[in-house]
């Protein structure tokens, strides 16, 4: 400790918000360089290298095979998938001295793509797995949390080639058993969880989440198994309803009814409905939402929303699953429409729109000069009947039948998942909780190797197309997601398999014999094949050195101090605080053994 090169620090850095973050500051494992931009420091890089050990080791024995691509990479390839642009303003983008455009890596698909085209062109080639560890790119809109969410960061990232669809379900089932192991060694409890492939492309596609309060990512499960991101979740839609003998809708004046509360009020009062049902409520109406999308290559497009007036719609889930409705595939941008949006569009009546395709001012899902995208939530199914907007002023329809009276462009899984909603498995209900992205499996298909044109030779001597998947860890997220998991209010305390040293030697209080003692403790802790931190530093009192070592988080700590006139060295253990009196001649002995033991 006397030459270690470290500070520990008494106060929390101002930015640090989680745990993680301030511990892993306060304890020299990371000191910030620049937002979201860290520098390793040697206790924090040996934690480091630990996680990416056990990553390598597992990889490995799905025979994936490790290579090293640059950082800084041409535009070419990433114009020919348009992830170029597609990236939008993540991706940092530089030029060299003449002016060609470059990028720093974000991820690395079209790299992997085009080196398996520049070296394998047979079917016999394949299956094949090829992986790196390497640090990546991404100008985050809120680097935040430390390690968590950074600009630059380390990722394990492997991408399988496949020559058909079951060769690529192998691929995936062997990354996903591999990402299993690697966090069950880390000792992180991580849940996998369906997902959306977003911009990716791609279909099936599996988060590895680690629940914590402080996650960014929501995600719901049921008592029966059943888990999946938000973006992911999918409604389970009634059945059809036969609406022949459905009585005609009807349009009533509603004046001053622009929110779903003062409609519903206004309809129990103009026309309440009796039987069973009761009076109407929020469910019964149809709230059609306006938002704006910019798409990839920058032009706002409006799209119209219809869910029931007791949903909200989720921007992050219409994100994620509006792709296949949009001319362009990429990044886009999603906000409600505002008053200009609205102004361009002038049969939308605000606070009165709806579905018409049987209505005088029909406007949405019709043919003719207002053609607007129109999009439902699934529980709008043939057959259900609405209260909605009539497209004028003050007016609104009642009973407008789904099938019969309108129509729409498709359905979209758009509206807040919320806990008790029904799981999709009929696993039963949801509950939601919190989680940090540790990792993500995707199956990409053909995406890149159809843009990049990446073929072999099958059996018959015919050219087909490569199929990919695409597998991340984050790495250094995984540090921080180990210090969240495993720290308490005195300092980090770090699973054995990952611990940056094995025992923390300290020598406290004054006497030769004391440091003589624990200078021989630590070598021959060491010379036993630990790795030991050894705190010889001669003028710092007992409480600091207790309370570094504490901080830093060594699983073991031996402390030899005022015992050893009675002959023993006290052992402590950082997570359960308990210490025992080691005769020093057994100490070695004992500690080799709870090491190895664990
Ligand atoms: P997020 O939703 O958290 O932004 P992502 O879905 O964009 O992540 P992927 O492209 O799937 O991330 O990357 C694979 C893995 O890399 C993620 O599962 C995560 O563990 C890690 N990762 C992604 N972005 C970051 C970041 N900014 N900082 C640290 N790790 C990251
Ligand atoms: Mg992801």
Not at 255 to 274: G, M
Not at 497 to 507: C, F, G
Request: overall charge negative; glycine content about 10%; proline content about 5%.
């Amino acid at each position: 400790m006397s030459q270690l090169f470290l500070r520990t620090l008494r106060e929390d850095p101002v930015d640090a918000e989680v745990a993680s973050h301030k511990l892993l500051v306060r304890a020299g494992y990371i000191r910030r360089a620049a937002p979201g931009i860290y520098t390793w420091l040697p206790l924090g890089l040996s934690v480091l290298r630990k996680v990416e050990e056990i990553i390598r080791q597992e990889m490995s024995a799905i025979g994936a095979q490790e290579v090293h691509f640059p950082a800084l990479l041409p535009r070419e390839p990433y114009e020919a998938t348009n992830r170029w642009t597609e990236y939008g303003e993540g991706l940092f983008r530089l030029q060299d001295r003449k002016g060609a455009d470059y990028l720093l890596a974000p991820t690395h698909e079209e790299m992997f793509t085009l080196l398996v085209k520049d070296l394998f062109s047979s079917y016999k080639d394949l299956p094949l797995s090829l992986y790196q560890i390497q640090n990546k790119y991404r100008d985050e809109a809120r680097p935040r949390a430390g390690l968590l969410r950074g600009r630059e960061f380390i990722m394990k990232d492997s991408y399988s080639f496949d020559i058909d669809e079951a060769g690529l379900d192998a691929s995936y089932a062997a990354h996903r058993g591999a990402y299993l192991k690697i966090f069950a060694r880390l000792g992180l409890e991580v849940l996998p969880v369906s997902a959306t492939a977003g911009a990716m492309g791609g279909s099936k596609s599996e988060e590895f989440l680690f629940p914590t309060e402080i996650g960014e990512d929501t995600f719901v499960r049921s008592a029966g198994g059943y888990a999946a991101n938000v973006e992911a979740v999918t409604t389970v839609v009634p059945a059809e309803i036969d609406f022949s003998a459905a009585p005609a809708a009807r349009v009533l004046d509603t004046p001053d009814t622009p929110t779903i509360e003062t409609l519903v009020d206004a309809a129990n009062q103009l026309a309440p409905r009796t039987g069973d049902d009761g009076p109407w409520t929020a469910a019964d109406t149809l709230k059609n939402v306006v938002l704006a999308v910019t798409l990839p290559t920058g032009e706002r497009q409006i799209v119209v929303i219809g869910v029931p007036g007791d949903r909200a719609v989720d921007l992050k889930r219409v994100e994620a699953n509006i792709g296949s409705y949009l001319p362009i595939a990429g990044e886009i941008g999603l906000e409600a429409a505002n008053e200009a949006d609205l102004k361009k569009q002038s049969l939308l009546v605000k606070g009165y729109i709806g579905p018409g395709q049987s209505l005088d001012a029909a406007v949405l899902g019709s043919e003719g000069a207002a053609k607007l995208l129109y999009l439902v939530d699934p529980r709008i199914v043939a057959g259900t009947s609405w209260i909605t907007g009539a497209n004028a002023a003050g007016q609104h329809v009642f009973g407008l039948v789904a099938g019969r009276d309108f129509s729409w462009d498709g359905t979209i899984e758009c509206t807040d998942v919320r806990a008790g909603d029904p799981a999709p498995d009929g696993s039963g209900p949801l509950e939601t909780a919190r989680g940090i992205e540790m990792g993500h499996i995707f199956q990409l298909g053909r995406k890149y190797a159809e843009a990049l044109e990446l073929k072999v030779l099958d059996q018959n001597g015919k050219q087909v197309t490569v199929t990919m998947g695409s597998y991340g860890v984050g790495v250094t997220r995984a540090v921080a997601a180990l210090a969240e998991a495993n720290h308490d209010d005195k300092g980090l305390i770090w699973p054995r398999a990952v611990a940056p040293a094995d025992i923390h030697v300290v020598a406290v209080g004054r006497g030769e014999e004391i440091f003589a003692t624990a200078a021989q403790l630590a070598e021959d802790l060491s010379a036993a094949g630990l790795n030991v931190i050894y705190d010889d530093r001669p003028k710092v009192s007992p409480g600091v050195k207790f309370g570094d070592a504490e901080l830093l988080g060594v699983p073991t700590i031996l402390a030899v101090g005022r015992g050893l006139a009675d002959g023993v060295v006290e052992i402590k253990d950082r997570r359960s605080g308990e210490a025992e009196n080691i005769a020093v001649d057994k100490a070695v002995d004992y500690v080799v053994s709870a090491v190895r033991g664990q």
